[in-house]
Protein backbone atom coordinates (compact mmCIF):
# COMPACT_ATOMS: atom_id res chain seq x y z
CA UNK A 1 0.00 0.00 0.00
CA UNK A 2 1.38 3.82 -0.61
CA UNK A 3 3.22 5.28 2.13
CA UNK A 4 1.72 8.48 2.86
CA UNK A 5 4.77 10.77 4.22
CA UNK A 6 4.21 13.81 6.38
CA UNK A 7 5.99 16.93 4.29
CA UNK A 8 8.52 18.73 6.59
CA UNK A 9 6.08 16.98 9.20
CA UNK A 10 2.56 18.30 8.98
CA UNK A 11 3.58 21.30 7.06
CA UNK A 12 -0.35 22.05 6.05
CA UNK A 13 -1.54 22.54 9.73
CA UNK A 14 1.78 23.17 11.56
CA UNK A 15 4.82 25.06 11.16
CA UNK A 16 7.47 22.95 8.86
CA UNK A 17 10.10 21.14 10.21
CA UNK A 18 9.13 22.00 13.80
CA UNK A 19 8.66 19.20 17.10
CA UNK A 20 5.10 19.84 16.94
CA UNK A 21 4.83 19.37 12.65
CA UNK A 22 6.94 16.02 13.33
CA UNK A 23 4.21 14.76 16.48
CA UNK A 24 1.27 15.96 14.97
CA UNK A 25 2.88 13.64 11.54
CA UNK A 26 3.09 10.79 14.10
CA UNK A 27 -0.35 11.40 16.03
CA UNK A 28 -2.12 11.18 12.78
CA UNK A 29 -0.25 8.03 12.47
CA UNK A 30 1.10 9.29 8.95
CA UNK A 31 3.66 6.09 7.67
CA UNK A 32 6.68 8.32 7.23
CA UNK A 33 7.86 11.74 7.82
CA UNK A 34 10.41 13.62 5.57
CA UNK A 35 12.90 16.86 7.09
CA UNK A 36 15.30 18.83 5.43
CA UNK A 37 18.71 19.37 6.68
CA UNK A 38 21.24 21.72 6.77
CA UNK A 39 24.22 22.75 8.58
CA UNK A 40 25.14 25.95 10.84
CA UNK A 41 28.31 27.93 11.02
CA UNK A 42 29.66 25.72 14.14
CA UNK A 43 28.78 22.77 12.13
CA UNK A 44 25.47 21.62 13.61
CA UNK A 45 22.88 19.59 11.70
CA UNK A 46 19.69 21.90 12.00
CA UNK A 47 15.82 21.31 10.48
CA UNK A 48 15.00 23.77 8.15
CA UNK A 49 13.77 24.23 4.86
CA UNK A 50 15.34 27.09 3.27
CA UNK A 51 18.99 28.60 3.41
CA UNK A 52 17.88 31.26 4.89
CA UNK A 53 15.75 32.10 7.80
CA UNK A 54 13.50 35.03 6.63
CA UNK A 55 10.66 33.25 5.78
CA UNK A 56 10.00 30.58 8.66
CA UNK A 57 11.39 32.50 11.90
CA UNK A 58 11.36 35.88 13.00
CA UNK A 59 14.81 37.09 11.84
CA UNK A 60 16.93 37.09 9.00
CA UNK A 61 20.17 36.12 7.30
CA UNK A 62 21.95 32.71 6.45
CA UNK A 63 21.85 29.41 8.42
CA UNK A 64 25.21 28.90 7.15
CA UNK A 65 26.54 32.64 8.79
CA UNK A 66 24.62 31.54 12.05
CA UNK A 67 26.07 29.36 15.35
CA UNK A 68 23.46 26.62 16.70
CA UNK A 69 23.63 28.97 20.02
CA UNK A 70 22.01 31.88 17.81
CA UNK A 71 19.74 29.45 15.65
CA UNK A 72 18.46 28.51 18.88
CA UNK A 73 16.82 32.26 19.70
CA UNK A 74 14.79 31.77 16.63
CA UNK A 75 11.14 31.57 16.95
CA UNK A 76 9.96 29.51 14.10
CA UNK A 77 6.51 29.62 14.72
CA UNK A 78 5.33 32.50 15.05
CA UNK A 79 5.31 33.46 11.52
CA UNK A 80 2.71 30.34 11.25
CA UNK A 81 0.65 30.87 13.89
CA UNK A 82 0.56 32.83 17.41
CA UNK A 83 -0.69 29.06 18.71
CA UNK A 84 3.61 28.05 18.00
CA UNK A 85 5.11 30.92 19.06
CA UNK A 86 8.45 30.40 20.53
CA UNK A 87 8.50 27.40 18.64
CA UNK A 88 12.34 26.51 18.05
CA UNK A 89 14.29 25.04 15.04
CA UNK A 90 15.01 21.56 15.97
CA UNK A 91 18.58 19.85 15.31
CA UNK A 92 18.62 16.30 13.34
CA UNK A 93 19.35 14.92 16.98
CA UNK A 94 16.17 16.43 18.93
CA UNK A 95 14.16 15.25 15.92
CA UNK A 96 15.31 11.82 16.00
CA UNK A 97 14.90 11.96 19.98
CA UNK A 98 11.45 12.90 19.23
CA UNK A 99 10.97 9.78 16.70
CA UNK A 100 12.31 7.48 19.18
CA UNK A 101 10.19 8.73 22.41
CA UNK A 102 7.20 7.97 20.01
CA UNK A 103 8.52 4.31 18.80
CA UNK A 104 8.16 5.19 15.41
CA UNK A 105 9.09 2.41 13.23
CA UNK A 106 7.68 4.11 9.90
CA UNK A 107 9.60 5.49 7.30
CA UNK A 108 12.36 8.67 7.93
CA UNK A 109 13.50 10.51 4.93
CA UNK A 110 16.19 13.04 5.61
CA UNK A 111 16.88 15.17 2.29
CA UNK A 112 19.93 16.55 2.61
CA UNK A 113 19.69 20.74 1.51
CA UNK A 114 22.88 20.86 -0.79
CA UNK A 115 21.09 21.86 -4.02
CA UNK A 116 22.39 25.44 -3.11
CA UNK A 117 24.84 25.72 -0.49
CA UNK A 118 27.18 22.30 -0.65
CA UNK A 119 27.78 22.20 3.32
CA UNK A 120 30.76 20.22 3.14
CA UNK A 121 30.75 16.72 5.24
CA UNK A 122 26.95 17.09 5.66
CA UNK A 123 26.52 13.67 4.23
CA UNK A 124 29.05 11.74 7.50
CA UNK A 125 27.45 13.97 9.85
CA UNK A 126 23.89 12.66 8.55
CA UNK A 127 25.66 9.18 9.14
CA UNK A 128 26.72 9.62 12.34
CA UNK A 129 23.58 11.14 13.95
CA UNK A 130 21.71 8.18 12.46
CA UNK A 131 24.46 5.88 13.79
CA UNK A 132 24.12 7.01 17.14
CA UNK A 133 20.44 7.58 17.56
CA UNK A 134 19.44 3.42 17.92
CA UNK A 135 16.22 4.35 15.53
CA UNK A 136 13.39 1.89 14.91
CA UNK A 137 12.17 3.59 11.26
CA UNK A 138 13.35 2.74 8.08
CA UNK A 139 15.99 5.81 6.95
CA UNK A 140 15.58 7.13 2.89
CA UNK A 141 18.42 9.84 2.51
CA UNK A 142 17.55 11.45 -0.68
CA UNK A 143 18.83 14.90 -2.27
CA UNK A 144 18.30 16.95 -5.28
CA UNK A 145 22.18 17.43 -5.60
CA UNK A 146 23.29 14.22 -7.55
CA UNK A 147 26.73 14.53 -5.94
CA UNK A 148 25.37 14.11 -2.60
CA UNK A 149 23.56 11.05 -3.31
CA UNK A 150 25.99 9.97 -5.09
CA UNK A 151 28.95 10.49 -1.67
CA UNK A 152 25.97 9.05 0.07
CA UNK A 153 26.03 5.76 -1.51
CA UNK A 154 29.73 5.63 -1.22
CA UNK A 155 29.50 6.09 2.26
CA UNK A 156 26.88 4.29 3.15
CA UNK A 157 25.12 1.02 2.54
CA UNK A 158 22.59 0.58 4.76
CA UNK A 159 20.14 3.12 4.60
CA UNK A 160 18.12 3.95 0.77
CA UNK A 161 18.68 6.71 -1.25
CA UNK A 162 16.84 8.79 -3.25
CA UNK A 163 17.17 11.04 -6.05
CA UNK A 164 14.90 13.89 -6.08
CA UNK A 165 14.12 16.16 -9.14
CA UNK A 166 11.79 18.46 -10.65
CA UNK A 167 11.68 15.80 -13.57
CA UNK A 168 13.31 15.88 -16.74
CA UNK A 169 14.82 13.94 -19.50
CA UNK A 170 18.49 14.68 -18.08
CA UNK A 171 17.36 13.54 -14.59
CA UNK A 172 15.78 10.21 -15.66
CA UNK A 173 19.06 9.84 -17.94
CA UNK A 174 21.21 10.51 -15.09
CA UNK A 175 19.49 8.09 -12.71
CA UNK A 176 19.20 5.25 -15.27
CA UNK A 177 23.23 5.29 -15.41
CA UNK A 178 23.48 4.90 -11.70
CA UNK A 179 23.13 0.91 -11.26
CA UNK A 180 22.68 1.55 -7.04
CA UNK A 181 20.19 4.07 -6.67
CA UNK A 182 16.22 2.36 -7.44
CA UNK A 183 14.54 5.49 -5.47
CA UNK A 184 13.23 8.59 -7.42
CA UNK A 185 11.26 11.45 -5.72
CA UNK A 186 9.72 13.11 -8.82
CA UNK A 187 7.89 16.83 -8.77
CA UNK A 188 3.90 15.71 -8.73
CA UNK A 189 3.05 18.32 -11.59
CA UNK A 190 6.32 16.19 -13.86
CA UNK A 191 4.71 12.64 -12.99
CA UNK A 192 1.27 13.15 -14.03
CA UNK A 193 2.69 14.41 -17.51
CA UNK A 194 5.50 11.97 -18.10
CA UNK A 195 4.35 8.39 -15.59
CA UNK A 196 4.88 6.33 -18.77
CA UNK A 197 8.75 7.77 -19.02
CA UNK A 198 9.38 6.07 -15.28
CA UNK A 199 8.31 2.39 -15.94
CA UNK A 200 11.87 1.13 -15.22
CA UNK A 201 12.23 2.87 -11.81
CA UNK A 202 11.60 0.54 -8.98
CA UNK A 203 10.48 3.50 -6.08
CA UNK A 204 8.55 6.43 -6.83
CA UNK A 205 7.60 8.99 -4.39
CA UNK A 206 6.30 12.35 -5.78
CA UNK A 207 6.10 15.79 -4.29
CA UNK A 208 4.29 17.55 -2.75
CA UNK A 209 0.97 15.57 -3.02
CA UNK A 210 -2.07 18.08 -1.85
CA UNK A 211 -4.94 17.80 -3.69
CA UNK A 212 -7.06 14.42 -4.01
CA UNK A 213 -6.93 14.28 -7.66
CA UNK A 214 -2.99 13.88 -6.76
CA UNK A 215 -3.33 11.56 -4.21
CA UNK A 216 -6.08 9.32 -6.24
CA UNK A 217 -3.38 9.34 -9.33
CA UNK A 218 -0.51 8.46 -6.65
CA UNK A 219 -2.82 5.66 -5.63
CA UNK A 220 -4.21 4.17 -8.86
CA UNK A 221 -0.27 4.07 -9.48
CA UNK A 222 0.39 1.97 -6.69
CA UNK A 223 3.36 4.46 -6.22
CA UNK A 224 5.70 3.39 -3.00
CA UNK A 225 4.82 6.41 -1.15
CA UNK A 226 3.44 10.44 -1.72
CA UNK A 227 4.76 13.54 0.39
CA UNK A 228 2.07 15.21 1.36
CA UNK A 229 1.55 18.61 3.91
CA UNK A 230 -2.05 17.17 4.64
CA UNK A 231 -1.22 13.57 5.79
CA UNK A 232 -4.31 13.20 7.55
CA UNK A 233 -6.38 13.81 4.83
CA UNK A 234 -3.96 11.78 2.73
CA UNK A 235 -4.86 8.99 4.94
CA UNK A 236 -8.67 9.42 4.67
CA UNK A 237 -8.21 9.79 0.86
CA UNK A 238 -5.67 6.30 0.89
CA UNK A 239 -8.04 4.32 3.55
CA UNK A 240 -11.57 5.26 2.48
CA UNK A 241 -11.61 6.61 -1.19
O1 LIG B 1 11.95 15.46 -0.55
C1 LIG B 1 10.80 15.82 -1.22
C2 LIG B 1 10.56 17.30 -1.15
O2 LIG B 1 10.72 17.71 0.17
C3 LIG B 1 11.48 18.06 -2.04
O3 LIG B 1 11.18 19.40 -2.11
O4 LIG B 1 11.67 21.74 -1.64
O5 LIG B 1 10.00 20.55 -0.26
O6 LIG B 1 12.40 20.04 0.00
P1 LIG B 1 11.32 20.47 -0.93
MG1 LIG C 1 12.35 18.38 1.42
Redesign the pocket.
Known sequence: MIKVIA??GSKGTHPENTLPAFQEAIDVQADGI?L?VQLTRDGQLVVI?DEKINRTTNAKGWVKELTLAEIKELDAGSWFSENYKETRIPTLEEVLELLNHNQFSGLL?I?L?TDRIEYLGIEQKVLRALEQADLSCTVVL?S?NRDTVRRLKALNDTYEK?F?AFGNKNDLAWLSKQPDIHSF?PDIRWLRRHIDQTTDIETI?P??VNKEKEMQFCIKHQLAGM?TDFPKKALEVRDHG
Open positions: HREDHNEKSFAIHRWTF
